[in-house]
């Protein structure tokens, strides 16, 4: 498959301008990333590509405005143009360059587009005979000295500093970007400097991660040790239990607090990664349509455009393989068995939505095909039950919270329950809530406790604990009488509609709970009122 937009073309970081390269993938190399399995002249052309990007940034920025440091970097381009390369393959410096070329756009001056960053790294990398001078930063993360990262004696990102892992006979480098005030631009706020002991943490987890990953995921690990070229140090989010991001900006680069463990390292530069070889395949070749059609993500609360669905899928599938590898162990039996199912629900939803091109058809009809098989797996049959539930519990939550019901026909609806008529047909209207927001569900925790053999006393909302057992009667009691007594726990509802009896709920969620509220009657039977709608 081959996309010949100019924009998407490579060029040469110099004044004269050649041939512009046309970049292309074989139709069996498409369809072997869109299964997450690419070999390495797929991530060779598509990292070609991203340099050609970044090349393409800095040509029109130098056309745009004086560049400092660009006719040294294009002179030291004739005699190591391999090093100048790499060096412009950086990550951070896509980000750099997009945000120079935007503010140069906006009207910013040259130093409020940080005019000297270019020119800092070059000297840094040893490329450029003379230190250039701090441009006015646009701020940055202090050090635990109190200074500011990229306005140290002019530099950008001080020594690098690495992590690097070997097993196996296949080896890791990735550097640690701890410095360089524009990682902030993956969205999340940067960590301070590292501490050695920090560094020597971060070096332990990658040690055993990368172990983890070579024994169980070898392919995969390939793909990492070519695609990552930086770790990004992020603050936790008290929030979450880590927490990680790319940029489309910045391909190879992982934004990430610092993990609990090794596997939740491992999982979390999988899922990462495969955000930074969709974003490069997106911006060789338009897979949707309607990339910012809303719908439903088995991995967000709110409501998610086609193309963050098709990311959340994209990402999941490697992590699933993950889990599927770890053998004999429940918890990653859960962790297989619910993704495997969330990631072939939101496949087959994108190729029925309409909303894909051909090429992200064939794109994503690759996915489906590599997990669809993996349903056809067994798992424990209580480790499945719970899984089939937390994937409805989620799906239930996120129907009550985005799902709005006209108070009007709430109205109708109380009206015609009163007078002991037929339901009218109320449809609910989508209505995002007005927060994003990631997963977090204290019965999902109590699960992750139970089949991980820790102590569950005193876990969960009443309730909770006998639905993870598989005592549904006794939830079923629980959940209704938490609905009775609080009508806006959207956590009740969902628990009723999982528990035996509550079917009926399942369907339209979001309307029985309205009507609930309207009637403002204890003595009404939520099932009961489940029961008249549905019928």
């Known amino acids: 498959m081959t996309d010949t937009a100019d924009p998407r073309q490579a060029v040469r970081p110099t004044a004269g301008a050649g041939p512009l390269r046309v970049h292309s993938l074989s139709d069996p190399a498409f369809a072997a990333l869109g299964a997450g399995r690419p070999d390495a002249a797929a991530l060779a052309e598509l990292r070609r590509a991203q340099l050609s990007r970044h090349l393409l940034l800095l040509r029109e920025i130098v056309t745009t405005a004086p560049l400092l440091g660009y006719a ?34 906006a009207g910013a001056t040259p130093d409020e587009a940080s005019t000297g960053y ?12 003379e230190p250039a001078p701090a441009a006015a930063g646009r701020g940055g993360v202090a050090d635990r000295g109190g200074r500011v990262p990229g306005q140290r004696s002019g530099s950008v990102a001080g020594a690098a500093r690495r992590l690097t892992a070997v097993h196996g006979g296949l080896s890791i480098s990735v550097r640690i970007e701890d410095r360089d005030p524009l990682r902030a631009g993956l969205g999340l706020t940067p960590a301070a400097t590292l ?64 993990p609990a463990d090794a596997t939740a390292l491992a999982v979390g530069l999988l899922h990462e990664t495969q955000h930074s070889l969709l974003n490069a395949v997106q911006y060789l070749f338009d897979l949707h349509e309607q990339p910012d059609a809303p719908g439903y993500s088995p991995w967000r609360d709110d409501p998610r455009p086609a193309s963050g669905i098709l990311h959340g899928a994209y990402a999941y599938l490697t992590v699933t393989r993950f889990w599927r590898q770890t053998a004999g162990d429940r918890l990653a039996a859960f962790e297989f068995a619910r993704w495997r199912a969330a990631v072939l629900h939101a496949a087959e939803g994108l190729l029925a939505g309409g909303t894909l091109t051909a090429a ?31 994937n409805a519990d989620h799906h239930l939550r996120w129907r009550l919270r985005n799902l709005h019901v006209d108070p009007r026909d709430a109205g109708l609806l109380a009206d015609a329950w009163r007078q002991r008529r037929p339901a009218p047909g109320v449809v609910a209207e989508l209505r995002p809530a007005p927060r994003r927001a990631l997963e977090a569900s204290s019965r999902l925790d109590l699960v992750h406790a139970t089949l991980a053999g820790r102590p569950v006393s005193g876990r969960g909302a009443e309730g909770d604990l006998d639905y993870v057992r598989g005592a549904e009667d006794a939830a079923l009691r629980a959940y209704r009488k938490r609905v009775v007594l609080d009508p806006a726990d959207d956590a009740a509802w969902a628990g009723l509609a999982l528990s035996g009896g509550g079917a009926a709920l399942r369907g339209t969620p979001e309307v029985v709970a309205a009507l609930y509220r309207t009637l403002r009657d204890p003595s009404a039977d939520p099932l009961a009122l489940a029961r008249w709608i549905s019928s």
């Open 195 to 258: 501490t050695d002991a920090e560094l020597a943490r971060w070096q332990g987890l990658l040690t055993e991660a990368w172990r983890l990953l070579v024994d169980r995921l070898r392919p995969d690990a390939e793909v990492l040790a070519t695609v990552l070229d930086c770790i990004v140090p992020v603050e936790p989010d008290p929030a979450a239990r880590g927490i990680s991001a790319t940029s489309v900006d910045a391909f190879g680069a992982v934004a990430m607090s610092e």
């Open 360 to 390: 992200g058809t064939r794109f994503v009809s690759a996915l489906r095909a590599e997990v669809r098989p993996w349903l056809d797996e067994p798992v424990p049959a209580d480790v499945a039950r719970l899984a089939a539930g937390a």
């Open 72 to 105: 040294e970097l294009a002179a030291a381009e004739r005699e190591e143009p391999e090093r100048v390369r790499a060096l412009l393959a950086r990550p951070l410096v896509g980000v750099w360059a997009t945000r120079y070329l935007s503010a140069l756009r």
């Open 118 to 129: 270019l020119a800092r790294l070059a000297t840094e990398a040893g490329l450029s005979p």
